[in-house]
């Protein structure tokens, strides 16, 4: 397969028919990708750090705060857990995409299921970044001495058509996705930026903005609803098997020690980034944090450009995944340079096109997390490896993926009536109350009158 993944393994395939953990832990003998550990990580990192990251602070606000960062590690750990899950199965199936591993184990009805969730995740997702590429690059245009309210830079949709031939397009024309590993490296040394900016506005802007009531609520209503949020940020499943194929010596030891590693990072970085956020605004906290901050603070909009390349970067990820479920539907996994050029410029037109048009996808992006995150992280991953595994049903990957299952099917329906319920509102654009203070004690900003 050109877009990179391992052949299938056979020799792993027989032993897993006699001895499992043998064939679980076997090295492959054909060669894998040009990656390294270290590229691989970064992808995971910067997969899990894309856009989902900006709305945690608001989970804490459906959640409840101490709630809702016990729930953000458990989620960081069912998803550590599933994606190393996946590829067990992969190995157990002599499968290297997610597709034929559904495939395999479900029959043609669970490979259309999983290819449509597998292709609406990472497209809606896409369409989001350029709608906060729009949104966030023209906060910080407006802020340049001279740049007038009516020039093009000010404009969403020139933006967003800019960065994307520009930017996006290029990037998301590599064939081989350890080539983003230098790409995601920089994305996270953005990510890190901003998430200082976060923890110094939590000290200078805090004290401006009035606690709302039972901010400190152990937990609230809305707690599942967070879950679907908190999917949403960490799922990196869908392109498991592309940055797993990518590594030079694609080993479940190797694949562990990566994934461990980077979705702990991962979960640090967010439960930091949630937590600062969420104490800086409260029961005011919107679902893109940057929506609180004022447009005249200089420090924020230093953030918003950081966060807009990194959604940027982050971008060409999603759009590899796409392009995989089509090659893989639609041509047998295989791509030839006219056609990848092709499949690739009608994703990102699509995608292009739908967020030029909308401006706002809160519900859709619940509903993105809950319908789809959910699925691809809880469900999925678990049912393959329960239907593919030899173990007992007391064995603690039985038992652990089982519960995991569970709860996915309850976070999915329970998720789903209550974002349809209580949909997320949209606070596009708005300027805050506290950003209007008698005084001129706002540091580093200039206030409108």
Request: contains cysteine; glycine residues 8%; charged residues 10%.
């Amino acid at each position: 397969m050109e877009h990179g993944g391992p052949e299938p393994l056979p020799a792993a395939a027989h032993q897993a028919e006699t001895d499992d953990r043998t064939a679980l832990v076997g090295k492959p003998k054909n060669k894998g990708g040009n990656g390294d550990l270290a590229s691989a990580g970064f992808n995971i990192i910067n997969s899990i750090i894309g856009s989902g990251i900006i709305g945690l602070p608001y989970s804490m606000k459906e959640a409840g705060f101490p709630l809702g960062v016990l729930l953000l590690f458990v989620v960081a750990c069912i998803t550590d857990y599933s994606i190393i899950l996946l590829i067990k199965g992969g190995n157990l199936s002599s499968t290297n995409t997610y597709q034929e591993l559904v495939r395999k184990t479900y029959g043609l009805v669970g490979y259309l299921v999983l290819s449509t969730l597998q292709f609406l995740y990472p497209f809606i997702a896409m369409i989001s970044y350029n709608i906060i590429t729009g949104d966030t690059l023209t906060k910080v245009f407006q802020r340049i001495p001279g740049v007038e309210p009516d020039n093009v830079l000010t404009d969403r949709h020139f933006i967003i058509l800019l960065t994307t031939i520009v930017f996006t397009l290029p990037l998301s024309l590599y064939r081989d996705i350890a080539k983003l590993g230098k790409v995601s490296l920089i994305s996270l040394i953005l990510t890190i930026v901003i998430l200082i900016i976060v923890m110094v506005r939590t000290v200078t802007l805090s004290p401006q903005v009035p606690k709302s009531e039972n901010a400190w609520a152990f937990a609230k209503p809305n707690a599942v609803q967070a879950i679907g949020v908190m999917s949403f940020a960490f799922i990196c499943n869908h392109n498991s098997f592309l940055i797993y194929g990518s590594l030079r010596e694609p080993t479940l030891k190797n694949w562990s020690r990566v994934t461990h590693v980077s979705v702990s990072l991962a979960v640090v970085i967010s439960v930091m980034f949630a937590a600062c956020g969420y104490m800086t605004f409260t029961g005011y906290t919107e679902g893109d944090i940057f929506e609180n901050y004022c447009r005249g603070d200089n420090l924020a909009t230093f953030g918003r450009f950081c966060y807009g390349v990194t959604v940027i970067l982050t971008f060409p990820l999603e759009c590899f995944v796409t392009r995989e479920v089509i090659a893989n539907v639609f041509f047998h996994g295989n791509l030839s340079t006219v056609f990848h050029i092709v499949v690739t410029v009608v994703i990102i037109a699509v995608a292009t096109g739908v967020s030029l048009v909308y401006d706002c996808l809160g519900m859709v992006l619940e509903l993105n997390g809950v319908l789809s995150a959910t699925p691809l992280v809880f469900i999925i991953p678990t049912a393959c490896y329960l239907r593919l595994s030899k173990e007992r049903w007391n064995h603690s990957d039985s038992l652990i993926s089982c519960l995991i299952l569970a709860a996915g099917v309850l976070v999915m329906t329970v998720g789903f009536i209550l974002t349809v319920l209580h949909p997320q509102e949209c606070s596009h654009g708005k300027e805050m109350f506290y950003c209007f203070p008698s005084n001129d004690s706002f540091p580093n900003s200039t206030l409108p009158p």
